[in-house]
């Protein structure tokens, strides 16, 4: 038998405000048309200025404990992957943790900016796999619109704030890739390539949180190449081949990159869950909110294989390979 760390509930949770791209035209020399065009997002949601990346991870969270119809007192930790926390410390997780009131386990963050949840899903199945915890709550949370720079056409029209989040809990399976739960994980960064992509603001330096900085056509080319590598190296550690994948639940930056992986991957679009359109680029909440989308409109079944992969800011990317 083989320990698996399977898949026991989805919540997501995005604002109330919803943001279209004609927003944009009223302040900046662009069009709902080029956005639509360039990127395939329509519209975003924004948090009110009262809301907290802990206070979006809070209702996916709760949300998630529901539908796997839990207790907070069932979860042995929490995982919460963001690049926007409310504080520079304590993490999110332990504020989730706290307006759960979850008195007991563990909580803690990962930073991998859009490959965030990639890394905490890694970093969970191993805590699972291992058997140092038995069930965790994992959670992609982000602001990304409180480090826009409102004057950048190139960035602030991509981007949107929201949560997804998941139960992992223990399972015992054969061994073999028909087992339900995390089959493979695969996590890279590059920091040389830091200068694509960074945040210009920090404790160590400025001392303010700063604002977001992309190249975004050379992440464009560097996505494509390393998101087709990591998903084929994923695929090929759980022994599976691109043929047999129900669903792909595709980091959500750009309907282009994505267009352009599935191609090389020879995977049709009508095999991909898309939330770009109504979401924008929520960083490390894309997947799981794309994920729990997925789930509550029927379209990921139980026993479905599904791939994710996303890249962000380091450069750091990756890939989870997954039975429902
Ligand atoms: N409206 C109108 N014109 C614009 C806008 C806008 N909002 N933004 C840029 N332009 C202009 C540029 O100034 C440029 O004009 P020029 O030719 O006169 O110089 C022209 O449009 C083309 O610009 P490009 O940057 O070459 O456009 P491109 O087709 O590459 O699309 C985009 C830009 C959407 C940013 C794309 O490159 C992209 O999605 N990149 C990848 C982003 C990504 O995946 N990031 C990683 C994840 S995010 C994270 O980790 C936080």
Known sequence: MTRRAVIEGAGHYLPDRVVPNSYFESFLNTSDEWIRARSGIERRHFASSSQTTS???????????????????DI?????????????????????????????GFGFDVQAVCAGFIFAVANA??????????????????????????????????????????????????????????????????????????VDGGVSTSGTSGKLRMQGNLIFRQAVEKLTATTKQCLKKAGLKEREIDWMVPHQANLRIINAVANKMGISMDKIVLTIQDHGNTSAASIPLALSKGIREGKLKCGDLIVSEAI????AWGSAVMRV
Do not use: H
């Open 55 to 73: 206070d979006l991870a809070f209702y996916a969270a709760k949300e998630a404990i529901q539908n796997a119809r839990l207790n907070v007192d």
């Open 76 to 104: 042995d930790g929490i995982v919460v992957a963001t690049s926007t926390p409310d504080l520079t410390f304590p993490s999110v997780a332990t504020m989730v943790q706290a307006k759960l009131e979850m008195k007991t």
């Open 125 to 198: 199945n191993a805590l699972i796999v291992s058997g140092q915890a038995e069930r965790l709550l994992v959670v992609g949370s982000e602001t990304f619109s409180r480090i826009m720079d409102w004057n950048d056409r190139s960035t602030c029209v991509l981007f949107g704030d929201g949560a997804g989040a998941i139960i992992l809990a223990a399972d015992e399976g054969a061994g073999t890739s028909d087992d339900r739960g995390i089959l493979s994980t695969d996590i890279n960064s590059d920091g040389s390539l830091k200068d694509l992509l960074y």
């Open 312 to 315: 962000g800011g380091g450069l």
